[in-house]
Nanobody, 124 residues
Framework: QVQLVESGGGLVQPGGSLRLSCAAS????????MGWFRQAPGKEREFVSA????????NYADSVKGRFAISRDNAKNTLYLQMNGLKPEDTGVYYC?????????????????WGQGTQVTVSS
């Protein structure tokens, strides 16, 4: 019963920045592990980043480590992904996801709820 809606995507030049947001409704997300995934055309959806309910644990794909930062504001029922130093290979549809879990979850098959995605295009 959790509805997730992503926003903040768009067209940016290489080296630029974007902040994605994922607004949740229907349930308070304070007990949900959450994550970001992305899918490029013709490729499988891949893990980007994840965060546990308390924000004490985070994880990142090697390809985005040092450039992206995941965060959440449970009071606002919102998940964020700050993306800096964007590269063309970061292009794709970005999805947020949630699952009732006190622990950080990386496997996308474990996630119960998914947003519809927001397009990120990095090109000059």
């Amino acid at each position: 019963q959790v509805q997730l809606v992503e926003s903040g995507g768009g067209l940016v030049q290489p080296g630029g920045s974007l902040r994605l947001s994922c607004a949740a409704s229907g349930r308070t997300i304070g007990s949900y592990a959450m994550g970001w995934f992305r899918q490029a055309p013709g490729k499988e959806r891949e893990f980007v980043s994840a965060i546990n309910p308390s924000s004490r644990s985070t994880n990142y794909a090697d390809s985005v480590k040092g450039r992206f930062a995941i965060s959440r504001d449970n009071a606002k029922n919102t998940l964020y992904l700050q993306m800096n130093g964007l590269k063309p290979e970061d292009t794709g549809v970005y999805y947020c996801a949630a699952v009732l879990s006190l622990s950080l979850v990386i496997s996308q098959r474990t996630y119960q709820y998914w947003g519809q995605g927001t397009q990120v295009t990095v090109s000059s």
